[in-house]
């Protein structure tokens, strides 16, 4: 078989390989152990990433780190939330957060910023709708949000005493979501 | 009986597919001669099979016509309550429905062949009725096996669970019949591309005949991912337009490769070179269709397209694609290598061009492949969960597509077999000319950000070639104008249809540039409080209760001020769906033609603040319209005379009557 006959053989070899892949995809799916559906929670269960995120200049408040974040850990469960000040959903959550935030429970804010959107709103936005953060980090480039495994924003992360991620929410924390999930987890690892 | 009638329609159907597929292939393997009853007999029972697939459909429309709740599929996605035109569109909103409807087309599609196709050679059409009637098989089987609509449901329910409410809508009621006719239609190419390996025999003529149907594939996918895009803009109330979500990828993929097989094969007809290269975006194209048709129904991807997902399903058709693709490409593996290529040519003329424009439309199409297949293969290979989304496709297309825009004024400009560059390039020196000028008026004026300044630049460009094209064709300035005028409507309409199509992707690029500089403002406004967005004053005057037939919702009032005068009065809504527990947004559109004023509300806090979100976007209509202008350009190339396969007769009679006119 000449070299020219294995090239028109190429287009064959590449199908059966893709085949075999999607063969193995929908047999994981019905056996349940691929769920390409599912929010990824590899994160879930682990520590948090580790990350240095620089102030929002202008909020009044200092950047933090990973290691900040689990200091204020081992008082009590903290909530690490994504926003940015062009999205609605953040909207919607937000009174939620401001509710929590007066209650006692720490939420450490990270600006989303990747995909050369800049978000020079933030500063304004927080003040017109009140801050709920602990502290601001600005994560240029979205680095940060990749290592957490984040879709968009908003996005919300339950980090317990020993520092391990229990919970994301992918999306707004509505009513339901604070009753069902957030505040049951919230006593259970307080 | 109106089901069972459409049930027993689909399993004739199959019977006269398979006996289709039968006699064309002996007939033709027995010869010209010996073979003609067998493959006259093709020609008829791929009308008769047109026949019943297209009775069974209107079974299954009248069944929701008029709210046959006794059939499961009429009961999952259809109300009582529903417009009517609803009820009649829901027939293709849901999985089995739009397989009947998939099937339909390409039965009429064979139908079609087997009418108007006295010119092909006998053997060919035989050969391209067999294959068409093979890959309907398949998906009858999978129809009547693993997706049978017309299943009857005991006890009989008092009223249905009702449509999908985001499918409640125009736009997205004739998105999908657009999408199949595209899809089946590079079936039909597919098909002759089997054909002509079967054959061993790839010439120019054949390049004549796959034209039109990629063609009309081409136009109907255009319209298809048009109508989409257009519906994510009011409807799902993010502003944007495209989202790079794994289904839309599954439609631009074969756009990208129909588009590359549509220029391919010119290179085909005129120089009787790419035979081979044809031949495989042909077969791509159809396995990409196929492609997309399996990634959506069997829940393997993730995205805001709702269809039954079924894992067994899925197995059906990944065994069907398995099959139908690899078949052809274990055809084209073996008998691809005997069409040894004929045209000699060189870098640099009209065939060049048409190659690198291929060479940049499969890399696209590559790109895209790999941004939406690979999320699920390291999935598979390595437990990793990754996400690719729009600032992979944007960085790794936009390079790519700005290549091709480029290209896309100076290719038409270049004679076959040996151009000259230099002299292409000078005959566009006032577009240059305009464009830099353009540049720096933009720049000076109106904004600094680079990829937008590009997208308006080389939509200019792409627009002003194309009418330097066309000046040039009809020798605009050097002859008479009665003369320019003469040779404009003696021009080819292939001709025309190609300037037109260049010169609309043009405007559709200018609209998608000006969302790059489209100011955006969300807040939260109380009754009362006004906002600015581009020299507009917003009013919002507070929102109220508002009810449709299988809908309740919240409409807002937004008054628009320009010099404190009231120019618009904007209504946005959000709706809710009792019946299927959804619900939508309702973007309100104040259009001048030249820019969009688009508003949405949000929820409505405990104090009555609303959010509200406003985008200005200049030019944001000329993408469809840039859309509907290609696929103009599409039908208007369709109505070329050398392309009007199948009726001879007319074309004796219309040559003299176009004489008489001159």
């Given at each position: 078989m000449t070299s020219r006959r294995l090239l028109f053989l190429l287009p064959l070899l590449l199908l059966a390989a893709a085949g075999a892949g999607f063969w193995a995809m929908l047999a994981g799916m019905q056996r349940g152990s691929?769920?390409?559906?599912?929010?990824?929670?590899?994160?879930?269960g682990r520590p948090a990433p580790t990350f240095t995120l620089p102030a929002l200049e202008g909020s009044g408040k200092p950047g933090f780190s990973s290691e900040d974040l689990r200091a204020a850990a081992r008082e009590g469960p903290v909530l690490v939330n994504f926003f940015a000040s062009w999205c609605i959903p953040c909207l919607v959550e937000h009174p939620h957060l401001m509710r929590l935030a007066a209650e006692g429970v720490p939420v450490f804010g990270i600006n989303y910023r990747a995909g050369g959107r800049d978000d020079p709103g933030a500063v304004e936005w927080l003040r017109r709708h009140g801050d709920p953060y602990r502290r601001i980090g600005v994560d240029h480039g979205g680095r940060v949000a990749i290592d957490f495994g984040t879709y968009g924003v908003p996005e919300t992360y339950l980090i317990d005493r020993e520092g391990i991620i229990r919970w994301r929410m992918a999306g707004p924390i509505t009513d339901q979501v604070l009753a069902n999930d957030l505040r049951p987890l919230l006593r259970r690892y307080r | 009986m109106i089901p069972e009638l459409g049930h027993y329609a689909l399993v004739l159907a199959l019977m006269l597919a398979s006996v289709q597929a039968a006699v064309t292939f002996l007939g033709a393997r027995v010869g010209e001669a010996r073979g003609a009853m067998l493959m006259a007999a093709g020609l008829s029972t791929a009308i008769g099979q047109a026949g019943f697939v297209g009775l069974s459909f209107f079974c299954l429309m009248w069944s929701y016509a008029v709210s046959d709740f006794s059939v499961a599929n009429v009961v999952q996605n259809s109300h009582s309550l529903k417009p009517l035109l609803y009820k009649l569109t829901g027939t293709w909103g849901n999985h089995e429905g739009s397989m009947v409807l998939w099937v339909f087309i390409l039965a009429l599609c064979g139908a079609l062949v087997a009418l108007f196709g006295n010119n092909l050679p006998a053997t060919l059409r035989a050969r391209v009725l067999g294959v068409l009637a093979l890959v309907s098989v398949g998906f009858l089987l999978f129809i009547l096996f693993t997706s049978n609509p017309f299943e009857r449901v005991w006890p009989i329910p008092e009223d249905g669970r009702d449509l999908n409410p985001l499918l409640q809508d125009p736009g997205l009621a004739f998105h999908p019949p657009f999408l199949y006719l595209g899809y089946v239609g590079t079936a039909v190419s597919f098909a002759f591309a089997c054909a002509a390996l079967l054959e061993g025999r790839v010439d120019a003529a054949w390049g004549r005949w796959v034209r039109p149907w990629t063609l009309f594939a081409w136009c109907a996918l255009t319209v298809g991912i048009g109508l989409g895009s257009w519906w994510a803009y009011y409807?799902?109330?993010?502003?944007?337009?495209?989202?790079?979500?794994p289904v839309e990828n599954a439609s631009l993929m074969p756009w990208l490769l129909a588009t590359a097989l549509l220029h391919s094969a010119i290179v085909v007809e005129k120089r009787e070179a790419l035979k081979v290269w044809t031949i495989l975006l042909a077969i791509l194209t159809f396995s990409l269709s196929l492609l997309g048709t399996f990634l959506v129904r069997s829940g393997i991807l993730n995205s805001v397209h709702a269809f039954a997902n079924d894992p067994d399903r899925g197995v059906f058709i990944l065994a069907l694609l398995f099959l139908t693709v690899g078949a052809s490409l274990a055809l084209y593996a073996w008998r691809?290598?005997?069409l040894a290529p004929q045209g000699v040519f060189a870098p640099i003329s009209r065939e060049g061009g048409l190659i690198l424009n291929n060479l940049l439309l499969a890399t696209l199409c590559a790109v895209v492949f790999v941004g939406t297949l690979y999320p699920l293969f390291a999935d598979l290979a390595w437990g990793a969960k990754i996400t690719v989304g729009p600032p992979f496709f944007n960085a790794a297309t936009f390079p790519l597509f700005f290549a091709l825009l480029f290209a896309m004024g100076v290719g038409p400009l270049l004679p076959w077999k040996r151009g000259d560059l230099w002299a292409a390039l000078s005959r566009l020196k006032l577009a240059f000319g305009v464009v830099a000028a353009f540049a720096v008026v933009y720049v000076a004026a109106i904004d600094r950000t680079v990829l937008p300044l590009l997208g308006f630049a080389l939509a200019l460009w792409l627009v002003l070639a194309a009418a330097t094209d066309f000046a040039d064709r009809i020798q605009l300035g050097s002859v008479p104008l009665a003369l320019s005028w003469r040779r404009a409507r003696g021009l080819p309409r292939g001709i025309v249809g190609g300037i037109i199509a260049h010169a609309a992707v043009g405007i559709t690029v200018a609209g998608i540039a000006g969302k790059g500089i489209a100011p955006e403002r969300i807040t939260l406004l109380q009754p009362g409080e006004t906002t600015t967005i581009a020299g507009y004053v917003i009013r919002f005057e507070g929102t109220h209760p508002v009810s449709g037939p299988n809908w309740r919702g919240t409409e807002g009032r937004l008054v628009v001020l320009r010099n404190d005068r009231e120019v618009a009065v904007l209504t946005p809504q959000r709706r809710h769906y009792p019946v299927a527990n959804m619900g939508t947004t309702e973007a309100a559109i104040r259009t001048s033609g030249f820019a969009d004023l688009y508003a949405v509300i949000g929820e409505t806090a405990e104090n009555g603040a609303t959010v509200v979100r406003l985008h200005f976007n200049p030019l944001a209509p000329w993408i469809w319209a840039g859309t509907i202008l290609m696929a103009v350009g599409g039908v208007v190339s369709l109505t070329d005379r050398r392309l009007r396969v199948g009726v001879p007769a007319r074309r004796r009679t219309s040559a003299p009557a176009a004489v008489a006119a001159e």
């Open positions: 691929f769920d390409p559906r599912g929010v990824p929670s590899a994160l879930i | 409807e799902l109330g993010w502003g944007g337009f495209w989202f790079w979500d691809a290598p005997a």
